[in-house]
């Protein structure tokens, strides 16, 4: 069943340069459900960022206001989002954003470790988070030793751990073969039937299959159609 997790009114980004007024989203209202597998999607530097960023409590808005799970967040204090997104956001980056020197297992316990768990949960609820992506056998290597596409389910077993209810992908499968983007894009897919909220950032069309909901920013203005194709590519 959908329900409502994240909605913008009248919010928008401008930043001031000098001189310069840069509209990096133009006035938004908008919602993203439980349940979908939503891709926000863009060329490069249209804004699409910046929206996954507020929906993330990473920014705040210059102006509008953001609703999290029916509350307010765009007047809470800095300390009081970061709590917010560590125990009820997941995030996911192109880049994977690993820690080298500690294993898969290590890795996925970082957010627990922050949030205070015990040692012994943390290491148990770890493991079943990479059990559960496939790479069980895998939680003892270093991320050298692992492929694009291992790294990348790391990252979403570290995402999932805490048990959020919406995770974010920044350009999750930019860095992947089109085989291990299909793994991991299979495997948000069935985040989303699972009842969660999956969000993803993306500027390649090709992912437009896996999704139930598909909204487009192109220079800060978002909108349900696409301009122009071209623009993807």
Do not use: W
């Amino acid at each position: 069943m959908e329900k409502e997790i994240v909605k913008l009114i009248d919010v928008n980004k401008i930043y001031q340069t000098g001189d310069t007024t840069i509209t990096a989203l133009d006035k938004t209202t908008i919602s993203f459900e439980t349940n979908k597998l939503t891709l926000i999607m863009g060329p490069s530097g249209s804004g699409k960022t910046t929206l996954l960023s507020i929906l993330g409590c990473v920014i705040y808005p210059t102006s509008g206001q953001v609703f999290y799970k029916e509350k307010e967040v765009t007047k809470l204090k800095e300390s009081d989002l970061a709590h917010l997104r560590l125990r009820e956001i997941g995030f996911v980056f192109q880049q994977f954003n690993l820690i080298e020197p500690l294993n898969a297992l290590e890795n996925v316990k970082q957010p627990m470790i922050l949030q205070g768990i015990p040692k012994a949960e943390a290491t148990e609820k770890a493991k079943k988070a990479l059990h559960e992506v496939g790479l069980g056998e895998r939680m003892y290597n270093l991320p050298k030793k692992l492929s694009g596409g291992q790294k990348q389910r790391v990252a979403i077993a570290r995402a999932l751990v805490t048990n959020p209810s919406m995770i974010l992908c920044d350009e999750p499968t930019a860095s992947l073969d089109s085989k291990s983007a299909e793994v991991i894009m299979n495997e948000l897919k069935s985040l989303a039937t699972s009842g969660k909220a999956i969000i993803i950032v993306t500027h390649d069309l090709r992912l437009r299959k896996f999704a139930d909901k598909v909204i487009y920013v192109e220079e800060g203005q978002v909108s349900n159609t696409i301009k122009n194709e071209e623009d993807y590519k």
